[in-house]
């Protein structure tokens, strides 16, 4: 068994999606490791020589660095194979990537934007929100990626492949950012897609961390005026 020090680390803030990402994916598959909260904000030269994107999540294990949480969670899927985040099936697994890095792109400039623009700017970087942008997020970006989300998943328990994989961890993950934004998907809009990612998040290995993070120190930035 390996000692704490030499367990592999995990840097990034918890509030951050790719972050959970990572660390629903090490849950899942039960990977020991060490958690170093870091902020990719005024990163440090040591930081930025890990990731030199200046962007979280890091992985280090050893001389193994990894930054970006896509080659974090294909690498842990081939070095800890089971159980498996990626189905078996060719196609299944490429739609499978195809979420994810859906996901990783449009779901960050849209459903985590929401919380950057209301909750990081104001209270975390001391700038003002952009009102216009955050408007436009919510009322023609976001309507657009949910309709999208809502065919994809059909009346499908996952999004792909018959079984929980990479692809509900990616999309799921930005809507805790998006509920400390003190917003909720409108159930009577789109309510399969909402009571999939109510149902993704109570899964077991995933549970508590939405739990931690909905009650962790960014709690007390969550607007009281919504629901
Ligand atoms: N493609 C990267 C994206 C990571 C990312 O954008 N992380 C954000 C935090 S949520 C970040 O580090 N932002 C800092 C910046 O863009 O300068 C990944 O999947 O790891």
Request: net charge neutral; glycine share 4%; charged share 20%.
């Amino acid at each position: 068994m390996k000692t704490s020090a030499s367990l592999p680390i995990l840097h990034g803030s918890n509030i951050s999606p790719y972050v959970r990402k990572v660390r629903v994916a090490l849950a899942f598959k039960a990977i020991e490791y060490r958690s170093i909260q870091q902020s990719p904000f005024n990163a440090s030269v040591e930081f930025k020589a890990k990731s030199p994107l200046s962007k979280i999540p890091c992985w280090e294990d050893g001389d193994l660095v990894l930054p970006d949480s896509s080659v974090i969670v294909g690498y842990l899927e081939h070095r800890y194979p089971s159980p498996s985040l990626f189905p078996d099936n060719p196609e299944e697994r490429a739609r499978a990537l195809w979420f994810e890095e859906y996901a990783d792109t449009k779901l960050g400039e849209t459903v985590a934007a929401v919380f950057f623009q209301r909750v990081v700017r104001p209270n975390v970087l001391k700038q003002k929100t952009d009102s216009k942008h955050l408007e436009h997020l919510l009322n023609q970006a976001l309507p657009e990626v949910c309709d999208y989300l809502t065919g994809c998943l059909g009346d499908h328990e996952y999004m792909t492949g018959g079984q929980f994989s990479i692809a509900d961890i990616a999309i799921t993950s930005p809507f805790v950012n998006f509920a400390l934004a003190g917003e909720a998907i409108d159930k009577s809009r789109w309510p399969s897609l909402s009571s999939y990612i109510e149902r993704i998040h109570a899964i077991p290995c995933y549970a508590p961390i939405v739990r931690d993070d909905l009650n962790g120190p960014f709690l007390k930035f969550r607007p009281k005026s919504l629901s």
